[in-house]
């Protein structure tokens, strides 16, 4: 079981790098990774703005600046891959191939689901370390140290932004292939689980809202993720009470499992049973 659902991850991989999908999302995050260079030759060119240039290019200001810049764009261009991944083989007709030749019929949206989440993390890490290359970069051009001082960074620090990024990757991912598998398409797919995320986060202001997966993320970014733009004390306001952090990180659990198994059940009662 392990060993075939290690070669369909294998495969997905190598599959979605081949998708223009992929590299759309990744030259747009570069786009914005970067930006230093061009910050640090203007501040260079204008003294006026030299100290503001500095404080983006020189670290960890490149980081948090990719950082925010990223993250408005990031749940529309994970839930595009997403839908890709999985309502890709509904316009392509290729489900009809792919699953004869698998031992289980959960494995092919789990290697899916895999592969999607680790591509997307590896994209945004890649996209980071070249943020940090075009500030150090732009440092020299400055004439700064690309480091100045004490960072405030540590390993702790590090780990909650990884562990973060994990729950919301899955989570976007996990409700973008349920959209995919009930719309079998990938424009639906994208659509309907792009839509879904605000809803949920509308859920809020509604009785019973505290559940609200994507309220419970916004939690989890105002504690674990430095220059966050949420702070934790309206996010609590606006879910009427207070969440600890492993209340909202079960939350958001749940719901991304739930979302799966329901994918799961969804396509093999219907889409299996058509093939």
């Not at 290690?6 to 190598?14: M, N, P």
């Not at 990744?26 to 003294?47: S, T, V």
């Not at 780990?159 to 990938?186: K, N, P, W």
Request: net charge positive; proline share 4%.
């Amino acid at each position: 079981m392990l060993t075939a659902l290690s070669r369909q991850f294998t495969a997905e991989v190598l599959k979605a790098r081949k998708r223009s999908l992929f590299f759309g999302t990744l030259g747009l995050l570069l786009f914005f990774a970067i930006l230093p260079l061009p910050i640090a030759i203007a501040g260079a060119a204008d003294a006026s703005i030299r100290d503001w240039a500095r404080d983006i290019v020189t670290f960890p200001g490149c980081l948090w600046n990719t950082l925010k810049l990223t993250h408005l764009v990031l749940p529309m261009l994970i839930t595009v891959v997403a839908a890709g991944a999985v309502g890709g083989e509904y316009s392509g007709g290729t489900w009809k191939m792919t699953l004869p030749r698998t031992t289980s019929r959960a494995s092919p949206l789990l290697a899916k689901f895999l592969a999607t989440l680790v591509l997307t993390l590896g994209t945004l890490a890649f996209t980071f370390a070249f943020a940090a290359a075009m500030g150090a970069v732009g440092s020299l051009i400055l004439g700064f140290p690309f480091v100045a001082g004490p960072l405030g960074l540590g390993a702790g620090d590090l780990g909650r932004m990884v562990a973060y990024f994990v729950l919301e990757f899955s989570c976007i991912i996990s409700l973008a292939m349920l959209a995919s598998v009930a719309t079998r398409s990938l424009i639906g797919g994208a659509v309907l689980g792009y839509v879904s995320q605000h809803l949920l986060r509308a859920l809020t202001f509604l009785p019973g809202g505290w559940l609200s997966p994507m309220t419970n993320l916004e939690s989890l970014q105002a504690r674990w993720l430095a220059q966050s733009s949420y702070r934790i004390a309206d996010v609590e306001a606006a879910m009427g009470r207070a969440m600890s952090w492993q209340a909202s990180t079960a939350t958001v659990v749940v719901f991304t499992v739930g979302c799966g198994l329901v994918a799961i059940w969804l396509f093999e009662k219907r889409d299996l049973a058509s093939e």
